[in-house]
């Protein structure tokens, strides 16, 4: 680590030019870390100079997209530079006849799916923030939303990548078609792990066309087994939804998302051709009433796009701010568990917006506890998580409260991959140090 607050100013400019280079850093604080300068490189190349400069003098360096989840991870342990990857956020190639795209990793997914939609086609992706989180972010971070259930992980929608590894070295792995060599894909390793192997900055995704018609259905009930029993029930059927969400009164309470009275709520969102989305909707309306719903709304076109977009923002958003919040991934049978089983304690109000087509639920708590009080609810939650058989991983809690937990979570084994991963990947550890699991 540098030791004169000038040192990594003078050696970012030599790297990128001064006109790239800036000491003004309160933006971009990390867990009440302050780096010593921030870059933001125009390019790739660019990236790949603040790297190879960066590991030449052995400064630690984090990389920034939207800003939407730097929260995430355990406390980073040195910081130098921050690289904001905002200018590098260029659509490289779209081909609308083979549904697949390439785009730079500072874009935001905003600003790509109105561009595809000019195709009537779209990244079958819906994250919190799509304004402020870039692509980069997404895929580093392992966030997805409500559209998984129907299309999928991010994961499974990435097929090829450009990384900028700790040394500056440019890599590339798969391609821009759908159909890629077999082999080993280095791409999904750098999904979820918040860049601590390298620097994403550059991905090609398949495309999906926009679905012919959508319709959504809100259900309310008057308990969480009754809603969580109607989710399952479709999971089950030959209905196909593109979203299928769960929330309770806690959370309608905080995120406002329907005027209608109920202890627990279903939002079904329908799409496809006319005689097909006619067929889901009779299908589904006939397995909810079957669970003795309090109120059955079908929510119009524009209220759909709404309820849809503060259900993926929510805990993310100004609005709805919660003190500590978890991604809890268990079996979708187990999803009814998670919001039954985890609640209010230490004087923090829970709520909990859950995909039970897939398993994983958003969990807040709203409140103000103390870092030891919240240390002490995330700790109870992990518990009764691994006793459903799934994992949590904690997205947001105070700065105080991570000196006592890991915020991934017990990892097992994987951290034993990780780290011989980031040996021979970051063997100076300059990238995000300390901050994913296991604090690599």
Same mark, same amino acid.
């Given at each position: 680590? !540098?030791?004169e607050?000038?040192?990594a100013?003078?050696?970012?400019e030599?790297?990128?030019g ?20 921030v870059?933001t490189?125009?390019?790739v ?5 603040? $790297?190879?400069s960066a590991?030449?003098?052995s $400064? ?7 800003g ?13 530079v921050?690289?904001?990857?905002t ?19 500072g ?6 799916q ?11 992706m ?9 692509? #980069? ?28 590894q ?6 590339? =792995? ?7 060599v ?6 999904r390793?750098?999904?979820?792990s ?7 900055a550059?991905?090609?995704f398949?495309l999906?066309p926009?679905?012919?018609q ?8 008057? =308990? ?15 209905v ?6 769960a ?6 309470q905080?995120?406002e998302? !329907?005027s ?20 889901? $909707? ?5 397995l ?10 079908q929510?119009?076109?524009v ?9 993926t923002?929510?805990g993310w ?10 991604r809890?991934?268990v ?5 009814v ?5 985890l ?10 917006v =859950?995909? @039970? ?9 709203f409140?103000d506890?103390? @870092?030891?009080?919240i ?29 006592n937990?890991d $915020?991934? #979570?017990?990892?097992?084994d ?14 100076k ?7 994913f699991?296991?604090?690599?």
């Amino acid at each position: 680590m !540098t030791t004169e607050k000038t040192s990594a100013k003078q050696v970012m400019e030599k790297a990128i030019g001064v006109a790239n280079v800036s000491d003004s850093v309160d933006r971009h604080n990390i867990d009440g870390l302050a780096p010593q300068v921030v870059v933001t490189p125009s390019n790739v190349d660019d990236l790949a100079a603040v $790297m190879s400069s960066a590991h030449e003098q052995s $400064m630690a360096v984090a990389p920034w997209g939207g800003g939407t989840r730097m929260d995430l991870g355990n406390p980073i342990s040195r910081l130098d530079v921050v690289a904001d990857l905002t200018r590098i956020n260029n659509m490289v190639q779209h081909d609308a006849a083979d549904l697949t795209v390439t785009v730079e990793a500072g874009i935001t997914l905003s600003d790509l799916q109105r561009t595809l939609a000019a195709q009537d086609q779209f990244l079958a992706m819906d994250v919190a923030m799509p304004d402020n989180a870039t692509i #980069g972010g997404i895929l580093a971070s392992g966030a997805s939303g409500p559209l998984k259930w129907h299309y999928g992980s991010p994961r499974d929608l990435a097929i090829g990548m450009k990384v900028v590894q700790a040394d500056g070295r440019i890599v590339k =792995s798969g391609g821009q078609v759908v159909k890629n060599v077999s082999g080993y894909d280095m791409a999904r390793l750098h999904i979820g792990s918040i860049g601590t192997l390298g620097i994403i900055a550059e991905v090609s995704f398949k495309l999906t066309p926009m679905p012919r018609q959508e319709s959504t259905i809100l259900v309310a009930f008057d =308990s969480v087994l009754s809603c969580y029993g109607a989710a399952m029930s479709i999971f089950n059927s030959d209905v196909m939804p593109l979203s299928l969400t769960a929330f309770d009164a806690n959370a309608n309470q905080f995120g406002e998302f !329907t005027s209608a009275s109920g202890s627990a709520f279903l939002a079904i969102r329908l799409g496809g051709r006319p005689r097909t989305l006619a067929r889901f $909707m009779k299908e589904t309306l006939k397995l909810c009433h079957q669970k003795s719903p309090l109120s059955v709304e079908q929510v119009d076109s524009v209220g759909m796009g709404d309820l849809w977009r503060n259900l993926t923002d929510f805990g993310w958003s100004e609005d709805a701010y919660p003190e500590a919040m978890a991604r809890v991934s268990v079996l979708p049978s187990k999803a009814v568990d998670v919001a039954s089983q985890l609640g209010e304690a230490q004087g923090l109000e829970f709520s909990v917006v =859950s995909q @039970p087509g897939y398993g994983t639920s958003q969990v807040c708590w709203f409140g103000d506890g103390s @870092p030891a009080a919240i240390s002490t609810v995330l700790s109870n939650a992990s518990e009764v998580v691994g006793k459903l058989g799934g994992h949590m991983i904690i997205e947001r809690c105070p700065t105080e409260a991570k000196a006592n937990i890991d $915020m991934w #979570g017990d990892a097992g084994d994987t951290v034993k991959i990780m780290r011989s991963l980031k040996e021979q990947y970051d063997p100076k550890g300059i990238i995000n140090p300390g901050r994913f699991m296991g604090r690599i």
